[in-house]
């Protein structure tokens, strides 16, 4: 099966920062990558598919890239309301996999 | 509006089964399939397998084939997941997205906590 590796596991920056989440499949997904969002104890959120997708209703603050079979999750500016774990899923074919998370915080 | 609607919390002992459901609304229910996916406290998320509500074809995770069983009753527009032989480490919220066969999850049910305990 193909893993899916996230780093860092957590990070803690300011509001403003620019933010940077990386997502490393261990075999291609060519684009079939999504990221979700979620907040303490809420349900996860889907922000961006095929890799760079803005899902609807998502702040353009918000921003997916990829290169072979890394991925990058950004922030552009960092805001209170995305403290949050942030996943990463392939789906181009089962097991769906999602990576481990990363947990962002305010500095 | 799309809406999935799950069950409520269950408490279960170990070695019973516990059967989560999911009602949507809001889409056509058999143009979809719904997943399930399933968070232990503290953790991440994990990807349990999926269902077409067209036909019925199911895709489990490895690590749990032989205990779970997914269906769909296209009456009522209603997904189901049933977990047998149920362990401590099976503690867990257990949540259902709308899902294509090979897509991503836009639309999430509320959670369903379900606590395995003695």
């Known amino acids: 099966d193909i893993q899916m590796t996230q780093s860092p596991s957590s990070l803690s920056a300011s509001v403003g920062d620019r933010v940077t989440i990386t997502c490393r499949a261990s075999?291609?997904?060519?684009?079939?990558l999504a990221w979700y969002q979620q907040r303490p104890g809420k349900v996860p959120k889907l922000l961006i598919y095929?890799?760079?997708t803005l899902h609807s209703g998502v702040p353009s603050r918000f921003s997916g890239s990829s290169s072979g079979t890394d991925f990058t999750l950004t922030i552009s500016s960092l805001q209170p309301e995305d403290v949050a774990t942030y996943y990463c899923q392939k789906y181009d074919d089962a097991p769906l996999t999602f990576g481990g998370g990363t947990k962002v915080e305010i500095k | 509006q799309v809406q999935l609607v799950q069950s409520g919390a269950e408490v279960k002992k170990p070695g019973a089964s516990v059967k989560v459901s999911c009602k949507a609304s809001g889409y056509t229910f058999t143009s979809y399939g719904i997943s399930w996916v399933r968070q232990a406290p503290g953790q991440g998320l994990e990807w349990m397998g999926w269902?077409?509500?067209?036909?019925?074809?199911?895709n489990y995770a490895q690590k749990l084939q032989g205990r779970v069983t997914m269906t769909t009753d296209t009456s009522t527009s209603t997904a189901y997941m049933e977990l047998r032989s149920l362990r401590s480490d099976d503690t867990a919220v257990y949540y259902c997205?709308?899902?294509?066969?090979?897509?991503?999850?836009?639309?999430w049910g509320q959670g369903t906590l379900v606590t395995v305990s003695s």
């Open positions: 075999l291609g997904v060519r684009n079939y």
């Open positions: 095929a890799a760079s």
């Open positions: 997205a709308k899902a294509g066969s090979v897509s991503w999850y836009d639309y």
């Open positions: 269902i077409s509500a067209y036909n019925g074809n199911t």
